[in-house]
């Protein structure tokens, strides 16, 4: 029997609308747009394993995510793009440490999958929320915080409007393509991204590619 395929990545239908409104209002990014074609952002559609990969890969390098990532996947069984909460609550933690998880990432990735196999996380409901309800809910859950919640909003919601203030590459970016180099604060970034809105997650997304042309997948 074949492996199962991970699904072609969803992007967002506004991506088009949000280059030219940007090419509009932010000089910078009328210069950055053009120099990467049709990369764009892409979602893989699995709200679980989004959020165990964003666990996994905390204060690691992304090799390091990796490595962990598709060890995890092969004790747990199953198609590494599409992860079952209560396969993950089937392996005892020894099983998981050998996998090469902490105890700590072994607690968030079993209560993580517990919110979603006992209900309490319902990624249907989420589409119909707004932003900061969806970043609520998310940050009930051990080990996602407010950056983790942003980036699910991004790159699994493919919301249009988010603005990642607590992400460094966000406020690097920022630093050497508006301020030339020097610090820069959130609420400076927060006063040049006012010209981006409504349109804040593409505009981020290209402010990570100035610094990294790869494109980020989650």
């Known amino acids: 029997m074949p492996a199962a395929r991970a699904a072609a990545p969803e992007s967002p239908a506004y991506w088009d609308d949000a280059c030219k409104h940007l090419a509009r209002r932010d000089r910078v990014l009328k210069k950055l747009i053009p120099q990467f074609g049709d990369a764009r952002l892409a979602s893989r559609g699995d709200a679980f394993t989004t959020l165990a990969r964003s666990i996994v890969g905390q204060q690691i390098s992304v090799k390091a995510a990796q490595s962990v990532w598709n060890r995890f996947a092969a004790t747990v069984g199953g198609p590494s793009h599409r992860l079952a909460p209560k396969a993950v609550l089937g392996i005892e933690t020894p099983s998981l440490r050998e996998a090469g998880l902490s105890a700590r990432k072994c607690e968030y990735l079993q209560d993580l999958a517990q919110h979603f196999a006992d209900g309490r996380a319902q990624p249907a409901r989420w589409g119909d929320m707004d932003d900061e309800a969806i970043i609520t ?12 919640a942003e980036m699910f909003l991004i790159f699994h919601l493919l919301r249009p409007d988010v603005l990642p203030l607590d992400d ?6 920022i630093s050497l393509n508006y301020f030339s180099g020097e610090p820069v604060s959130r609420a400076e970034a927060r006063d040049v991204a006012e010209a981006w809105a409504p349109y804040r997650s593409v505009a981020t997304w290209y402010i990570w590619r100035s610094l990294d042309p790869l494109p980020v997948e989650y």
């Open 168 to 173: 460094l590459g966000l406020l690097k970016g």
């Open 137 to 148: 809910e998310l940050v009930a859950i051990r080990g996602i915080g407010r950056w983790t």
